[in-house]
T-cell receptor, first 113, second 113 residues
Framework: AQSVSQHNHHVILSEAASLELGCNYS??????LFWYVQYPGQHLQLLLK??????LVKGIKGFEAEFIKSKFSFNLRKPSVQWSDTAEYFC???????????FGTGTRLKVLA | DAGVIQSPRHEVTEMGQEVTLRCKPI?????LFWYRQTMMRGLELLIY????????DSGMPEDRFSAKMPNASFSTLKIQPSEPRDSAVYFC???????????FGSGTRLTVV
């Protein structure tokens, strides 16, 4: 079955620490990959997306993600987190040509000031 | 651009009552999606429309749920009769053909008591 896995459910970091959130997908064929962020009490917002080309994708707010096809992974990274990055982060996959996302279960990040 | 507009923001209703959630997509977006978010199940796609036509309703949990899109600027999700297990945050999202990043609304937090 098609799925997106986020193995870290809760992450706690201190400000200025580096962040890496894992995302693995199980799809055959070509996929498009996304990271969304949901700040407390707010809606989901698109952080970055990968369609093709350079596997290192840069998004908003200093986030980046690397697509590693051989590992079926699309991990999210940020070199130095801030308190304002406290949020829930969702990885999502989309089979090329479709509009039906499969979301991961999300990772709750808490950044301590 | 006002974004995707959902109403109401919060709804508390008694079991057995009919609930109607509303969504206004971004003008020019021809895809509209309804998602449900719970702690237990994460984000679930309920149904999505293209040009006002339902394309995939396989995520609608049961016959108590129905969704309509009478025109390009309005959609409703109805639950009748509502049950406590329907308590969740319901998100509407929209996008334009060829643009696979969604814009989400602020959600409706539904509590069925």
């Amino acid at each position: 079955a098609q799925s997106v896995s986020q193995h870290n459910h809760h992450v706690i970091l201190s400000e200025a620490a580096s962040l890496e959130l894992g995302c693995n997908y199980s799809y055959g064929g070509t996929v498009n990959l996304f990271w969304y962020v949901q700040y407390p009490g707010q809606h989901l917002q698109l952080l970055l997306k990968y369609f093709s080309g350079d596997p290192l994708v840069k998004g908003i707010k200093g986030f980046e993600a690397e697509f590693i096809k051989s590992k079926f992974s699309f991990n999210l990274r940020k070199p130095s987190v801030q308190w304002s990055d406290t949020a829930e982060y969702f990885c999502a996959a989309l089979r090329t040509g479709t509009y039906k996302y499969i979301f991961g279960t999300g990772t709750r990040l808490k950044v301590l000031a | 651009d006002a974004g995707v507009i959902q109403s109401p923001r919060h709804e508390v209703t008694e079991m057995g009552q009919e609930v109607t959630l509303r969504c206004k997509p971004i003008s020019g977006h021809d895809y509209l999606f309804w998602y449900r978010q719970t702690m237990m199940r994460g984000l679930e796609l309920l149904i999505y429309f293209n040009n006002n036509v339902p394309i995939d309703d396989s995520g609608m949990p049961e016959d108590r749920f129905s969704a309509k899109m009478p025109n390009a600027s309005f959609s409703t999700l109805k639950i009748q009769p509502s049950e406590p297990r329907d308590s969740a945050v319901y998100f509407c999202a929209s996008t334009r053909a060829g643009n696979y990043g969604y814009t989400f609304g602020s959600g409706t937090r539904l509590t069925v008591v």
